[in-house]
């Protein structure tokens, strides 16, 4: 069903061989290494990672936010609807950026201006795109305001962010994301920096809005619970690569890829008895010194002589679900 | 809820409070404000002459505030009145002052003087003390052509006060301007711009402000002169504000705010305006007071060496330049009072500076336990 639409459809948003590069003192640093991806319309797409796998970078790169220097996007293309977003000239680009594209940071606390008022940042942000009057765009900060669940809206939007809480704020950034109907949500860890019981909520509130508009989710998260729980497709993300991409369901009911397994089996269960959690053992590469070949080798424990040499290439195994390993495809196509 | 705004008091808040602690500043800020509302909004009403009036046959009359008279011939106690003054020369043609005694000269309150306009547009005569015609009420005597060295004093004020506010404020918005864009940018720009800002600083300023005051012409009208005052001092200023900013700038940059900023498709200069140079306000506001006193004394070392404001406009530096003769202060010790004033607020902004510098300061656990001994 999500396949056939696809299929009809181009996807909102295409990235296709992104290289994107920090140039440090010690050589480049690799954050991104030919990554595909592709955000179907009105679809949430999960792409989950490790600390330090380029999940940020790739959001990043999207909105053309990399700092450079020393940041710079090297190869590639992105297309978002229609448009090559890397050669749009920059004052283009800032037109998209909030209207067609908005993004979600991790950190409600420090995304928002604490001198400003949070009526003032969303009417900010509305004016910026559109042409409203003050009053008009007052009017519709408070709408949005109650569009995300915030008791009195009229009277927090006068607030300043000291004044509301964590998942409040969230909210705020989340009715600020959304002021201008954007085409493409960009959720960077959404509930990181919030508790538990909050996080269930934003989640909730985040189906809730898109189930309302047509609008795709790119959620960047290392949170796998709620990649299950809202993500219609998942992009596993590992070294600057995707490593193993599919709709959700098989993904995690049978994942290919060997970091896939790791992270899967490295969720605490409560049924299990073991004594210790399951780790994968050793550390993300440093992205500007990866090993040959697979960059996932040294702590994969499958890993042969050639997925130490030779970077193995993308297959799609299954209709829709893609893997880059040596050792999946060979066990498949051995089948 | 109310109790959450309760306690969360703002940046600025605290800081007032822990201002109100620092007594040195408080006075500061007391003189600072007598000495404002005197020059700015009430110098006509309190400067009993017109700056220019002269009193051709009272030079250098000494000051009739240690020649009023509260007894009267028998010794009974009257309303404050002076004597009018003459002088007549010695053998060695210095000036010998008397007291014509013969009829008192009471001081007025809300006497008629000079015609002015109190606040700007209310035409009157009524100033806020004087005595009758023909004698004077020479507060702190008169300078070189008679003039009443209070009046002068006062109206110079209205210059060398304003000179510092106009001073700071150009070079402050360029400085802030320059330093932001610097910081923001990084990179090249942050480089070639800071090498400029350099290059500015290393010249000496004071012969900087001399060479610039050479290079425009010497005849000038008197506003004239003090546009291109400001614009001296402040090409001179800019540098030290840009530098600092930019170092602002550059940690205030990576907040996460400002990249959400640039999420939404902020422009930059929205950017810089609006999300990074207010949070360097609080820096700016300390820097801000303590240079005003760079730009007074500027303008007063430019009027001093007759570069600066001219006769008959009066400023305290141009005041002085007459006390730069020592055989002047010799005789005439009262011609040194505009420098009094000049340090009062000098050391006033100082104060002030620097009491805002601690009350702004995250880090001072002063208050209440070291500020009260201050």
């Known amino acids: 069903m999500a396949k056939s639409d696809a299929c009809n459809k181009p996807p909102l948003l295409e990235i296709s061989d992104l290289h994107t590069y920090f140039f440090l003192e010690g050589g480049p640093s690799k954050a991104v290494e030919g990554l ?134 969230q909210r705020v950034m989340i009715a600020m994301a959304l002021a201008c109907s954007p085409k493409l949500l960009i959720a960077d860890e959404p509930t990181t920096a919030l508790d538990v019981t909050i996080q269930a909520q934003i989640m909730e509130l985040f189906e809730e809005i898109r189930q309302g508009t047509d609008m795709s989710v790119l959620l960047v998260t290392h949170n796998l619970g709620i990649v299950a729980q809202t993500a219609d497709e998942v992009a596993v993300m590992y070294a600057g690569h995707i490593v193993e991409q599919a709709a959700t369901r098989p993904l995690f009911a049978s994942p290919l890829h060997p970091y896939t397994q790791g992270l899967l089996e490295s969720i605490p269960k409560t049924t299990s008895t073991a004594e210790r959690l399951h780790v994968i053992s050793g550390n993300v590469p440093d992205p500007s010194h990866k090993p040959p070949g697979c960059p996932f080798n040294p702590r994969c424990p499958k890993a042969t002589d050639r997925c130490r040499s030779e970077m193995p290439p993308t297959v799609e195994l299954q209709p829709g679900h893609i893997v880059r390993c040596w050792e999946a495809s060979a066990g498949r196509s051995g089948n | 809820m109310a109790e959450e705004t309760q ?19 408080m006075a500061g800020l007391y003189v600072l404000g007598l000495l404002y509302l005197t020059c700015f909004v009430f110098s006509d009403f309190i400067a009993p002459y017109h700056f220019d009036n002269e009193g051709r046959d009272l030079n250098h009359m000494p000051p009739s505030i240690a020649r009023i008279r509260i007894f009267d011939a028998e010794g009974n106690t009257c309303r404050p009145f002076i004597y009018r003054m003459s002088y007549e020369r010695d053998e060695y043609y210095r000036q010998v002052w008397v007291e014509d005694k013969t009829e008192r000269y009471p001081i007025r309150l809300f006497a008629k003087g000079d015609e002015h306009r109190l606040l700007g547009f209310i035409p009157t005569r009524v100033r806020l003390f004087g005595v009758d015609q023909p004698a004077r009420f020479y507060l702190f005597g008169a300078d070189v052509r008679g003039r009443d060295l209070f009046s002068r004093i006062v109206y110079g004020g209205r210059i060398s006060l304003s000179i510092g506010l106009a001073g700071v404020a150009v070079s402050f918005t360029i400085g802030m301007l320059v330093g932001g864009v610097s910081g923001y940018y990084g990179g090249p720009v942050d480089n070639v711009v800071q090498r400029i800002c350099e290059m500015v600083m290393m010249i000496p300023s004071f012969f900087l402000l001399l060479a610039l005051r050479a290079s425009l012409p010497m005849e000038m009208g008197s506003v004239q002169i003090y546009f291109m005052l400001v614009v001296i001092m402040s090409f001179i200023g800019w540098a030290g504000m840009a530098r600092v900013v930019r170092g602002m700038v550059l940690s205030v940059r990576s907040q996460e705010y400002v990249e959400a900023a640039r999420a939404i498709g902020q422009s930059d200069f929205k950017i810089i305006t609006h999300h990074i140079l207010p949070q360097t306000l609080s820096y700016a506001i300390v820097s801000i007071t303590l240079s005003i006193p760079g730009y007074i004394l500027g303008e007063s070392s430019l009027s001093l060496l007759g570069l600066g404001i001219q006769d008959p406009y009066a400023s305290w530096g141009n005041l002085l330049s007459e006390a730069m003769a020592v055989v002047h202060i010799q005789s005439h010790p009262w011609i040194l009072l505009p420098g009094v004033f000049i340090f009062l607020t000098v050391m006033s902004f100082n104060f002030l500076g620097d009491g805002l510098r601690d009350a702004f300061d995250p880090k001072s656990q002063l208050v209440g336990k070291e500020f009260g001994k201050i």
Not at chain 1, 53 to 63: D, Q, Y
Not at chain 1, 71 to 93: A, E, H, N, T, W
Not at chain 2, 17 to 25: G, I, Y
């Open chain 2, 7 to 25: 306690q969360s008091l703002s940046l600025s808040r605290l800081a007032l409070k822990k201002l109100r602690k620092h007594r040195l500043a």
């Open chain 1, 36 to 169: 595909d991806l592709a955000v179907p319309r009105g679809k949430t797409v999960g792409l989950v990672g490790e600390s330090g796998c380029g999940k940020s970078a790739t959001s990043l790169s999207i909105m053309r936010l990399i700092p450079s220097p020393p940041g710079k996007i090297v190869r590639g293309r992105i297309v978002f609807d229609g448009v090559d977003l890397l050669s749009l000239p920059p004052d283009d680009m800032r037109r998209v950026r909030g209207r067609e594209i908005a993004m979600i940071f991790q950190e409600p606390m420090s995304s928002l201006n604490p001198v400003f008022t949070v009526g003032y940042q969303i009417v900010e942000m509305i004016r910026n795109h559109e042409a409203v009057a003050k009053k008009e765009a007052w009017a519709r900060a408070v709408d949005l305001l109650r569009r995300v669940r915030i008791p009195a809206p009229e009277q927090r939007a006068d607030e300043y962010p000291h004044q509301l809480s964590g998942g409040m704020r």
